[in-house]
């Protein structure tokens, strides 16, 4: 016997769980609305909110509502045709809400382009012609018409602009006889030129096949490919990829800033085309959202990016790639202030795939985690077809100054550049801190020139001939006399990247010099050009700051010059070390990779540091026994966490006020949990003011079995009028 079931009535309404698209704990909760069944989970929505309009979004679509009927208001209306957001993404908007306790509003505009949300975006539409079905045939004389019925009747719809070029007369009487029908439609832009894409492809290397068969095959979720510098990841990566791909699924690659890296684009673009949409800075508004709806609507099915990229609208992940994963850009720097592996380490458990993380100096994290079995760890310690490392000379900038050396080239470096250039080769010179000079100082008074928002000294720049805040970006004057004493003896100290590139012009009159940093790259291609010039041997030397450290590949450098070694080395923070050995693996790493053997000039005032020499061996294992042991040692992450809550406003009491509203309540979580915690205290940030904002923190450093929940809690609980006050974890800059 059959039993019945009773449809539902279609007259009762369906109800929508909404968040509306304010960042407000105040609002940020579920609100009921009667909907129709059009609507699905994922929509934005228009709704009537108070006593006006906002934007939705729908979590959830149900039958009853706790709300009476007679309350309920109604959906006015859909914003895009095919939901936003997938569940998946859905569910992950809530984890993150939960875990970084901030509105459901922000964590869902992290899956969305800003321009979609402003509702700004230029959708292109193109229009497309097709058979129409209906019979007619054209005069024998009307002999275009006729070529052009064929040529649909091949090739199917095609765009309009495609046929009134190529049968001009044809198209306007063949619409008029409703031969052919011309539809309006979405078209995609896909922003790059046809030219680019590169073909080569190379057989997997022993070492390449293993690290592939590892991953496929491997137990755990994570991996950590750690291989020295030119040992050919990518091409693993890409062999994974293209696994995914082949098996129907997509992928998602991050890296920290795809426009450092043309190359990349261009293999990506070479081996898979249109299915690669790669979401970088330099796109426009629109492309971008073109980028992010190719992906949405599967026409893209790898999604390449920096952090943000994690968001990807894209469904059943086949293989998770995070590139060069110690680098610093991997932590957001605005709220919700997630880790990008957390986020990818939740997708890649939702769809049971892969996490590939890769770098020639994973982060010690990291490296705990892989050493301890949690992670998968595959070591390629071999660059391609043997190639050596470059060997690395540590010059002692102490006896070139002892010798009357004012330059910031040693002896040794301009020598070996003479070389390098009369053989036909590059070299790249690497030094962080671009401008001219770095502090202006009098001589009068020992005043240093500070910006008037920022608690930072100025920077001199010479081509502009001004003062520059690297902060906040203000320029100003350069002074004719001290502002504190009125003395005339300003003194500009310290080197910049603009005054390298002018010593070397002195040196090597004849040489092409280019300078990349971040005053050389603003607009749209500003890195990519500088770079192409670069690997079309359009010059004989990089000059740039941490920029150049990143990934390129360009086989004629045959020498790096590491200016100042020591430069990153006294910060402090506990991470400098591990900073400076990353950096200086980097970019000695862009030496030697092709043809003739790579050197390296270390200059430094601290030959004997230990994180240089183990740098100069290419040490990882050495640098990190050292590491870890004094991080255990010191009781520093990964043995403990470093929490700061930052507090930060433009009217300095108001700020202080905040502060202790904050502090007051994490000193209950610390009095109730006081052996969880090594360090507590409230205090002055190092850098006391950034853009007008004045800058306090609670810094504490603590066990994992701390309350990390608690303390977010309360700082969100409680409203700080104009003030900032957010958690940070461990975060990557303590200034
Ligand atoms: P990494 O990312 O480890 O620094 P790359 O992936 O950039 O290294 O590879 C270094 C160089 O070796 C590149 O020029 C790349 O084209 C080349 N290469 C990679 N795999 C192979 C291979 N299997 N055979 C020959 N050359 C390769
Ligand atoms: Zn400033």
């Not at 491997?218 to 098996?247: N, P």
């Not at 590139?323 to 939740?346: C, K, V």
């Not at 006294?570 to 693996?585: A, K, N, V, W």
């Not at 390296?600 to 026994?625: H, K, M, S």
């Amino acid at each position: 016997m059959e039993t019945l079931i009773p449809l539902l009535s279609v007259q009762q309404p369906m109800i929508a769980e909404v968040i509306v698209d304010i960042a407000h704990s105040d609002v940020d909760k579920i609100f009921d609305y009667a909907c129709g069944e059009e609507i699905k989970a994922g929509m934005r929505v228009a709704v009537p909110f108070g006593r006006s309009t906002t934007t939705g979004f729908v979590m959830r679509v149900k039958e009853h509502s706790d709300v009476p009927a007679e309350r309920l208001k109604r959906i006015y209306r859909i914003e895009d045709e095919l939901p936003a957001i997938n569940e998946e993404c859905l569910s992950l908007a809530e984890k993150i809400s939960a875990r970084y306790r901030c509105p459901m509003a922000l964590s869902l505009r992290l899956f969305l382009p800003a321009e979609l949300r402003r509702g700004q975006v230029g959708r292109t539409f193109k229009e497309f012609a097709r058979l129409s079905g209906e019979p007619f045939v054209p005069s024998p004389r009307a002999r275009t018409q006729q070529l052009l019925l064929a040529y649909l009747e091949e090739h199917g719809e095609t765009p309009l602009s495609v046929l009134r070029a190529q049968f001009p007369s044809a198209v306007a009487p063949l619409l008029k006889n409703h031969a052919i029908i011309v539809e309006k439609r979405r078209s995609l832009r896909v922003p790059y030129r046809s030219e680019e894409g590169s073909e080569e492809r190379h057989i997997l290397t022993k070492a390449q096949e293993q690290a592939v068969s590892a991953v496929r095959e491997g137990e755990e979720t994570v991996f950590l490919i750690h291989g020295v510098t030119g040992s050919g990841k990518t091409e693993i990566y890409l062999t994974l990829i293209a696994e995914a791909l082949q098996k129907g699924k997509t992928a998602l690659f991050l890296v920290p800033e795809i426009s450092l890296t043309p190359q990349m684009f261009m293999k990506l673009r070479g081996r898979f085309g249109r299915k690669v949409a790669i979401l970088h800075s330099g796109l426009s508004a629109g492309e971008r959202f073109d980028e992010w709806e190719r992906l949405r609507l599967g026409e893209a099915r790898i999604a390449v990016g920096a952090r943000s990229a994690v968001f990807a609208p894209i469904e059943s992940i086949g293989c998770i790639v995070i590139d060069e994963e110690h680098d610093g850009s991997y932590s957001s720097e605005s709220a919700p202030r997630y880790n990008t592996f957390d986020i990818a380490y939740l997708r890649a458990k939702y769809h049971r795939c892969k996490l590939v993380l890769g770098s020639a100096t994973p982060s010690v994290e990291t490296y705990r985690r892989a050493r301890s079995g949690e992670f998968g760890l595959i070591t390629l310690p071999d660059r391609i077809n043997a190639r050596p490392m470059p060997k690395v000379h540590i010059v002692d900038m102490r006896r070139e100054v002892r010798r009357g050396n004012a330059t910031p080239f040693s002896s040794a470096l301009r020598d070996k550049l003479r070389a390098c250039l009369d053989g036909g080769n590059q070299a790249i010179l690497f030094l962080n801190r671009r401008g001219y000079a770095q502090t202006v100082m009098c001589r009068d008074c020992g005043n240093v020139v500070k910006c008037e928002s920022c608690d930072v000294p100025l920077t001199y720049h010479s081509d502009e001939n001004c003062l520059k805040c690297h902060y906040c970006g203000a320029k100003y004057r350069p002074l004719p006399a001290c502002p504190a004493c009125g003395g005339t003896h300003i003194h500009y100290m310290g080197t910049g990247t603009q005054r390298v590139v002018g010593e070397l012009k002195k040196l090597l009159p004849d040489a092409r010099i280019l300078r990349m940093d971040v005053d050389t790259t603003s607009g749209k291609e500003g890195h990519y050009k500088i770079l192409k010039q670069f690997a079309e041997k359009k010059a004989d030397i990089l000059v740039g700051t941490q920029m150049v450290a990143k990934g390129h590949d360009f086989p004629s450098v045959t020498l790096v010059g590491i200016l100042d070694a020591d430069m990153s080395l006294h910060f402090p923070d506990y991470r400098s070390g591990e900073r400076t050995f990353q950096l200086i693996t980097q970019v000695a790493g862009r030496s030697g990779r092709a043809g003739a053997e790579g050197e390296v000039v270390l200059q430094t005032y601290d030959p004997e540091n230990y994180i240089l020499r183990f740098a100069t061996e290419y040490d990882y294992e050495g640098f990190y026994e050292h590491e870890i042991a004094m991080r255990e040692a010191m009781m520093y992450p990964p043995f403990v966490k470093v929490v700061r809550v930052m507090v930060t406003g433009e009217d300095e009491k108001e700020t202080l006020e905040a502060l202790k509203t904050v502090y007051e309540k994490l000193q209950k979580i610390y009095a109730a949990h006081e052996e969880d915690f090594l360090f507590f205290n409230r205090m002055h940030s190092p850098i006391k003011r950034i853009r007008d904002r004045f800058r306090y923190q609670v810094l504490m450093r603590m066990t994992e079995s701390a309350p990390l929940k608690e303390i977010y809690a309360a700082v969100s609980e409680e409203k700080y009028g104009d003030v900032l006050v957010y958690v940070e974890e461990n975060p990557s800059n303590l200034s």
